[in-house]
């Protein structure tokens, strides 16, 4: 396959994830076309003084999408939560439109435990996509990363004087994984469809204790940082307690994971590289 001859649309390409697989999707020699509702804006043009077609469109226009994808083999979706109704919406445009133009290989971003209901309103979108996707019948990939390192950039400030915040107990486990490491996972499907379509993916990089988190974050940094439980926002939905036999909530394989990707970052290792560059 001569893969500079085959253009991949990429959604949300000026955002982390997608910018990374925009990143090891031309690094693997593909022609990469990003859809931006602005080709005048910073970001935007940046993409293309890298090489990356841009494509003016928008995933609530549908003419705009079919325009998009024509010719494209392959798409790598990602929506934005802004409510679960319009990011089901625009998946769907989208998914419409890559199946009427006969992409090839149809990647999902999504989000760990969307293959299951879910009150949760970051997860319940991906729930009702993932389940249209799988509908369609499309060659498909869906990848369901666990919590983003990038999100500690929220609180950075915080981080650097010492404190990091979440909702859960100091000893409850969490999953990490860096952007960068979901743009391999999308561009290694893109390479090697025949091991990819057809899979859903569970992926991530380090699980961590959020004390040990806070503890990774004290290493990289070389200030002390302690992790402090907060109450969560007013309105935030509760999930229903499990019941006692109930299955224990889904984890990536990490170790499976590193068997497609040895060198997958660490918290800790995430963190040095964003301290060394000061953006942490």
Same mark, same amino acid.
């Given at each position: ?13 000026? @955002? ?26 910073? $970001? ?26 024509? @010719?494209?083999? &392959? ?38 435990? $969307? ?21 369609? &019948? ?83 940094? @070389? ?11 007013? @309105? ?45």
């Amino acid at each position: 396959m001569v893969r500079s001859d085959k253009p991949i649309l990429v959604t949300g390409a000026t @955002g982390h994830q997608s910018g990374a697989a925009v990143r090891h999707l031309r690094a693997d020699g593909w022609h990469v076309r990003a859809l931006v509702r602005d080709a005048e804006k910073p $970001a935007a043009r940046a993409l293309a003084d890298a090489g990356v077609e841009l494509v003016v469109g928008d995933l609530t226009d549908r003419a705009s999408l079919d325009a998009a994808v024509a @010719g494209a083999y &392959g798409v790598h979706s990602l929506q934005t939560p802004v409510g679960v109704d319009q990011e089901f919406a625009e998946a769907k445009n989208l998914a419409d439109a890559a199946r009427a133009a006969d992409v090839q290989h149809f990647v999902q971003s999504s989000v760990i435990g $969307a293959d299951r209901p879910s009150v949760l309103p970051w997860v319940a979108g991906k729930v009702q996509i993932e389940a249209y996707l799988h509908s369609l &019948g499309m060659p498909l990939t869906v990848l369901q990363p666990v919590t983003f390192m990038e999100n500690l950039l929220n609180q950075k400030d915080g981080i650097l004087q010492g404190k990091m915040t979440g909702f859960m107990p100091a000893d409850a486990v969490r999953q990490w994984i860096a952007a960068d490491d979901v743009g391999r996972f999308v561009a290694l499907a893109f390479f090697d469809p025949d091991n990819w379509i057809g899979r859903t993916a569970e992926i991530a990089g380090d699980e961590l204790t959020e004390e040990q988190g806070a503890a990774a974050l004290s290493m990289a940094l @070389g200030v002390p940082v302690v992790y402090e439980q907060q109450a969560p926002p007013a @309105g935030m939905p509760t999930p229903p307690p499990a019941p006692a036999d109930a299955p224990l909530p889904h984890r990536a394989n990490i170790v499976e994971c590193r068997t497609s990707i040895p060198d997958l970052a660490t918290l800790v290792e995430w963190a040095a590289d964003l301290h060394a560059e000061g953006i942490l």
